[in-house]
């Protein structure tokens, strides 16, 4: 394993195969992998609409995952704090973001704590808003 400790979040609306694969491929990497799983208010406040599965059931169901050691509520965006709380080696995130003015910034505050971040391949064809999408058009 590289790493002692990983961190990843998300909403994890309508859990499906990205999520797992995402959850997978960072255990993968870490001796502990804690996750963070995005509040029903913070998503709103985020995206402007509400999750369809409900913050209390996604923790549920993200906390009943093997891959996953620990689940946190994450009620805000300051990731900093996490990591230096939980002395967090390495910060998992979809490859959509690399290269992102937000991400780049993250790399090098995560850099000066010794946290490395790592881009996990994005599942394709699957997301909570295809979901959605879906969901809408069957209606």
């Given at each position: 394993?590289?790493?002692?400790i990983?961190?990843?979040?998300?909403?994890?609306d309508?859990f499906?195969?990205?999520h797992?694969?995402?959850l997978?491929?960072?255990k993968?990497?870490?001796?502990?992998?804690?996750?963070?799983?995005?509040?029903d208010?913070?998503?709103?406040?985020?995206?402007?609409?509400?999750?369809?599965?409900?913050e209390?059931?996604?923790v549920?169901?993200v906390?009943?995952?093997?891959?996953?050691?620990?689940?946190?509520?994450q009620?805000?965006?300051?990731?900093?704090?996490v990591?230096k709380e939980?002395?967090?080696n390495?910060?998992?995130?979809?490859?959509?973001?690399k290269?992102t003015?937000?991400?780049?910034?993250?790399e090098?505050?995560f850099?000066?704590l010794g946290?490395?971040v790592?881009y996990?391949?994005h599942t394709d064809?699957?997301?909570?808003?295809?979901l959605?999408?879906?969901?809408n058009?069957?209606?």
């Open positions: 394993m590289k790493y002692k990983g961190y990843t979040t998300g909403v994890f309508m499906h195969i990205g797992l694969n995402i997978k491929k960072a993968e990497q870490c001796e502990y992998l804690i996750v963070g799983v995005t509040t208010e913070l998503c709103y406040a985020r995206k402007n609409k509400m999750p369809i599965i409900c209390s059931d996604r549920e169901i906390s009943s995952i093997k891959y996953v050691d620990k689940v946190l509520l009620n805000d965006m300051d990731k900093l704090k990591v939980h002395k967090i390495a910060v998992f995130v979809g490859s959509d973001w290269g003015p937000s991400w780049e910034n993250y090098k505050q850099a000066s946290c490395d790592v996990l391949d064809g699957i997301s909570s808003t295809i959605r999408e879906r969901l058009e069957n209606e």
